[in-house]
């Protein structure tokens, strides 16, 4: 199964990419976390993303699409894989198509999770991720036992650092500009299917199973 979760930052793509993933045991790819991890090491593509990340600008398309075709190339994504934050632009989906295409793979669903934009900035606002372990929480909706450390292992939960309101809203007009026309790209090749993303993390998930068992 080959997959894009597609929405906007806050949309709950994360989210829901960690329960497919252990529904349906293909990797998550998330080109946001390669970056991420990256910018951690310390590695040239780290610094040269970071630029761009603290900005909230998308990271251009030659460097974020050698790195997202390479990833599906690796040998656990033979049998599908599930992409969250790539494609961005028309470039990458139209890069990957036809890097899908060369190795006789096509896209079986786009998934668009659907969340108005107020409360796409209510929730970024609230975001908190463990440092250690990557667990994803939310101050008021999803708290720990305990303030400020994981329920999972126990590490510090952080603010991501593109996630101050500046930058929020940057990353929010950029997606509107850039990614959304990736709505209509999907729909013309009948692989959209569009989710609401208001109603819970369950029941997101419930209504996105429903839509691939179609
Ligand atoms: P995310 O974790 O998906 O919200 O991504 C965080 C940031 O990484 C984005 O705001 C971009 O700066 C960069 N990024 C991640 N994926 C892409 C992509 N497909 N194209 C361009 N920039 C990206």
Do not use: W
Not at 42 to 53: D, H, I, S, W
Not at 138 to 149: E, Q, S
């Amino acid at each position: 199964m080959n997959l894009i979760i597609l929405g906007a930052p806050g949309s709950g793509k994360g989210t829901q990419a960690v329960k497919l993933t252990k529904r349906f045991g293909v990797p998550a790819i998330s080109t946001g976390d390669i970056f991420r991890a990256n910018i951690a090491g310390g590695t040239e593509l780290g610094k040269k993303a970071k630029a761009y990340m603290d900005r909230g600008e998308l990271v251009p398309d030659e460097i974020v699409i050698a790195i997202a075709l390479d990833r599906i190339d690796e040998c656990d994504c033979k049998d599908g894989f599930l992409l969250d934050g790539f494609p961005r632009t028309t470039e990458q989906a139209d890069a990957l198509e036809r890097h899908l295409a060369v190795s006789g793979r096509s896209l079986d669903k786009v998934i668009l999770i659907d969340v108005p934009a107020d409360e796409l900035v209510r929730r970024i606002a609230g975001r908190r991720t463990c440092a250690d372990c990557g667990a994803s929480y939310h101050i008021p909706d999803i708290l720990p036992a305990k303030d400020g450390v994981c329920d999972v292992c126990g590490g510090e939960l952080k603010r991501r650092s593109d996630d101050n309101e500046a930058t929020v809203r940057n990353r929010i007009e950029v997606y509107n500009a850039n990614t959304a026309p990736l709505v209509d790209y999907y729909g013309a090749k009948t692989l959209l299917a569009r989710i609401a993303g208001t109603t819970g993390p369950d029941n997101v998930f419930a209504d996105t199973v429903k839509a691939l068992d179609k």
